[in-house]
């Protein structure tokens, strides 16, 4: 009786607890995946009555009896990463459980408890964090409940027990006070071992030359040999382990399940920050990034609680993480989300990506808040033209910084290899159409192959767009296939732009199209910088792969010759497009100085994009900090811009609300806006004067975010050549024009320890409650209104002034359904209004538009304020002088 209650109590307890934890989260559904040797049908059929009883779900890797040890452990591999799978058996004969084989299997998933790793827990006394032989575990089971031993100082031998079953088998015998011993059937000793043990425990069958008088009567035996188990042991009465080990295998599954569950859950970081040792002089950036050895990445990954499948690995210090991690943390609530703006800046910049990583290395690495930092992928051509790097500064940067500026893991080139494939399009479709009859058109577009003509999918999604309901390409009439076949493109309308990430001013005006095979068809065209195509912007603010696609799909590249837009959907290369970018719409993970985490993710240009990282990184990183956490992200150029639309067009896409805006000052900058001369990296300051006037841009500035109804705190960024009395000057005038509070920051000398005071206020100005507001209402204001209304509220204008080709292209795109979009406008960052040399905070301006392009993927319609360059061109004396190879080290040089 007893032997008919041990097995199924222990089913019926893994039973309930399943219950409970399928009622707490409805999708969990256990899987056990058997891989199994040969024709084994009576443990096929053991396995589906535990699965009926237990309510798991079990699945059969069938294999040849014949099957090798390579073809096991790659079916091993590929369970190993299969997530629906939590737990993994071993089906096979004793000859194929090589130390190979069982330690292909991935501890984790590890029922039958047989790799290294779980027996060396389980030697070690740590038991509660292995998994244990469910064979070893009914032998104990059925020995003290069913037989009712007590082992405590009993003899007992294992007899031709093997590898994982014999260490378990000892292992708990020895806990239980037992005396154990272990030999082999051959082993000359055998008779008289047998003799003097109380229990004999058979891990393999008897051989026949084994005569069963040398067990002495009343000897308790227990067969678990691999044959007995199967049901191959024909001499075998009543085989109970059979009821028992699947029950214990049961139980395994269990806290499989139960640990695979905590898993998906948000835990809090358990994170191990690196710490800093501040020069002074403070050293160039790339020497403070040498001198600091990063984590790995798939460390830190699993630091901040995202799993070993959720990232994919490039090299030893980034990766990219998966999106599934938005579905495994969607009922994690959101942390904090803070913006980091800035005043209107000098040429040089005021630091906002210095701030947003001082903010985060103080959070994370001296408050024990989790943080995260989400900033942009900077492109190469300023890294080789103008600005040598864009890792932050100092104490506070991104680390590798060569390779956070150096290509990464290549979204940028995917973006340039992605536009310059549908530009291609775009002149090739012209060519094709201009050369061919309607019928020639239709043939080569719809080929017959191997006897079959047939639409692909985007076909057919035009077709249904043009309101031609049919999937049979042979019942087109004439005016169908003509309809179908030609776009018509006008040439003079096409806004679609080949690409190159490198400041190249020659190729801001070509002419294509001049070789021999393009029969006269040539126009003049442009290149822009990699950054500011439109895909780059799709890929800042979409929140899927779903999206992204639709996004690309409705990219409007040119007009036809009756007016309406010809989108990448016409042309049919949407999913071409799509496939090209299916890995760089996954965050980049890297670390700060001090091992935070950052995502660097995306990087559209400030002035004719929104200029702010992607959506996903931001979603991401909100889920991963946890309710308490905090995510910092950046806005491009000072806050009139960068910011502005970072609420109007950022947060309309991604419904995310922010908590708080961080707002970066400089003296420097403040002394420029008061009247000192533009800055350069030669020129230095020296004032007499006691009160600096240029603080009413930094009042303006501040203004600005309190139209959003966001609390602001300002940075003021110190640098060594700032006075006390000029530092605190400045934290005043910002309080009492309004902002929250004012704190100076040292970060640039001493990393996060710079900037707790920053974090401080951050996190106190976070805790009051959200009054954001979006500035207009993009479905009843018109494209003027809402142009109109940003110029006034945000630059201080007095009104705006459109040239008769910007009015024109406002109408064309009212028409064609364009008009409800949020604006994105394209002005100099250096001032408040369109004239960069004018500095403060300009009045009684008129903001003249003279142009207006639409970004329709993207979702934003962009007015230009005077001449805007989407292709930089390189100084006289480019950074690429300095930069260099030790082709010995293979370290960079000249990135600063």
């Known amino acids: 009786a007893g032997s008919r209650k041990a097995g199924p109590e222990v089913i019926q307890n893994s039973k309930e607890v399943l219950s409970l934890l399928q009622e707490k989260n409805p999708a969990f559904k256990p899987v056990l995946a058997i891989i199994q040797a040969g024709d084994d049908n009576l443990m096929q059929e053991i396995n589906q009555n535990l699965a009926e009883e237990t309510g798991l779900n079990i699945t059969h890797v069938c294999l040849p009896p014949d099957s090798s040890e390579a073809e096991i452990i790659d079916e091993i591999l590929k369970i190993n990463e299969d997530t629906r799978v939590h737990g993994l058996a071993l089906q ?95 082993t000359p000793q055998l008779q008289r071992k047998l003799h003097e043990a109380d229990i004999v425990v058979l891990g393999s069958p008897k051989p026949e030359e084994i005569p069963l008088t040398w067990i002495q009567p009343g000897t308790t035996v227990l067969n678990c040999s691999h044959d007995f188990l199967s049901g191959k042991c024909g001499g075998c009465s009543e085989p109970r382990l059979h009821r028992c080990t699947p029950a214990w295998m049961t139980r395994n599954m269990v806290s499989s399940g139960r640990r695979w569950l905590r898993e998906q859950q948000h835990r809090r970081w358990r994170l191990h920050c690196l710490k800093l040792q501040p020069l002074s002089p403070v050293p160039s950036d790339i020497e403070i990034s040498r001198g600091q050895t990063p984590k790995a990445v798939d460390v830190l990954a699993k630091e901040i609680g995202l799993l070993a499948d959720e990232i994919e690995i490039y090299g030893k210090s980034k990766a990219k993480v998966h999106l599934s991690v938005l579905e495994r943390l969607k009922n994690q609530a959101d942390g904090k989300y803070v913006l980091v703006a800035g005043i209107t800046p000098t040429p040089l910049g005021e630091g906002k990506s210095t701030v947003t990583i001082g903010l985060v290395q103080a959070l994370t690495a001296h408050l024990n808040v989790n943080s995260f930092a989400c900033l942009r992928q900077p492109s190469q051509g300023p890294t080789f033209g103008v600005k040598g790097g864009a890792a932050g500064g100092g104490y506070a940067q991104v680390i590798p910084m060569e390779e956070f500026n150096l290509h990464l893991t290549g979204d ?187 995502f660097v993710h995306a990087g559209p240009f400030a002035n004719i994009a929104h200029g702010n990282s992607s959506v996903l990184a931001d979603k991401i990183a909100l889920k991963l900090v946890g309710e308490e956490g905090f995510v910092v992200t950046e806005a491009g150029f000072g806050a009139d811009i960068g910011m502005e639309k970072f609420f109007n067009i950022k947060c309309r ?28 990296a030669h020129i230095k300051f020296h004032y007499v004067k006691t009160e600096l006037n240029g603080c009413c841009n930094l009042q303006k500035q501040i203004q600005i975010a309190q139209l959003f109804g966001v609390p602001v705190v300002v940075a003021l960024n110190v640098f060594k050549t700032d006075t006390r009395a000029e530092v605190d000057l400045v934290c005043e005038l910002a309080k009492r024009a309004g902002a929250f509070d004012a704190v100076p920051c040292y970060h640039w000398s001493v990393g996060g320890k710079g900037s707790v005071d920053l974090a401080r206020a951050v996190r106190e100005a976070a805790s009051k409650r959200s009054r954001f507001q979006f500035l207009y209402d993009v479905q009843v204001r018109s494209i003027v209104d809402k142009i109109r209304t940003i110029a006034q509220a945000v630059y201080g204008a007095k009104d705006i002034e459109l040239s008769p080709e910007a009015q024109a292209k406002i109408d064309r795109y009212t028409q064609q359904g364009f008009g409800n979009l949020p604006i994105c406008m394209a002005k100099t960052h250096l001032s408040l209004s369109h004239q960069p040399d004018k500095k403060g905070v300009p009045k009684d301006f008129i903001l003249p538009i003279s142009d207006v392009r639409a970004s329709i993927g993207a979702g934003f319609i962009y007015p230009l304020v005077g001449t805007m360059s989407t292709m930089p061109g390189l100084p006289t004396r480019p950074c690429f002088y300095d930069i260099d190879l030790d082709t010995k080290t293979e370290q960079v040089k000249g990135l600063f």
């Open 92 to 186: 096979i004969s004793e000859n194929l459980f090589s130390n190979k084989v069982l330690n292909a299997l991935k501890p984790e998933k590890d029922v039958d408890g047989a790799t290294d790793i779980n027996l060396g827990k389980l030697v070690r006394g740590d038991a509660h964090e292995c998994f244990v032989s469910p064979v070893a575990k009914a032998v104990i089971e059925l020995l003290e409940k069913s037989v009712g031993v007590n082992l405590d100082g009993k003899k007992i031998l294992v007899v031709g027990a093997h590898g994982s079953l014999e260490a378990a088998l000892q292992c708990l015998f020895q806990r239980k006070g037992s005396m154990t011993m272990s030999s082999q059937w051959k």
């Open 412 to 598: 940028i080139h995917a973006i340039t290899a992605a536009n310059n494939l549908l530009a291609a399009a775009i002149d090739t479709r012209i060519l094709h159409e201009n050369t061919q009859t309607d019928k020639a058109l239709y043939n080569r577009l719809v080929p017959l192959v191997n006897g079959v003509r047939e639409f692909s999918e985007i076909q057919l999604a035009r077709l249904k767009k043009l309101g031609i309901n049919k999937t049979d390409p042979s019942t087109l009439t004439e005016e169908e296939v003509s309809k179908f076949a030609r776009l018509d493109i006008n040439p003079s309308t096409i806004t679609w732009q080949r690409v190159l990430d490198t400041n190249d001013r020659f190729l801001r005006k070509i002419t294509i199209g001049q070789g021999n095979t393009e029969k006269g068809y040539s126009r003049q065209a442009q290149f822009d910088i990699a950054v500011a195509s439109e895909i780059m912007a799709v890929l800042a603010l979409t929140d899927s792969l779903a999206d992204m696609k639709a996004r690309l799909g409705r990219m409007v590249v040119a007009s036809d010759k009756s007016g309406q837009p010809v989108t990448a959907d016409d042309l049919g290369v949407t999913g071409a497009l799509t496939v090209l970018m299916k890995d760089a719409i996954k965050p980049n993970l890297m670390q700060t100085l001090e091992g935070t985490p950052v």
């Open 653 to 680: 896409a991604s419904g995310l609300v922010p908590n708080v805006v961080v707002l970066v000052a400089t003296v420097r900058a403040l002394k420029m806006h008061g009247g000192g001369p533009s800055v350069s």
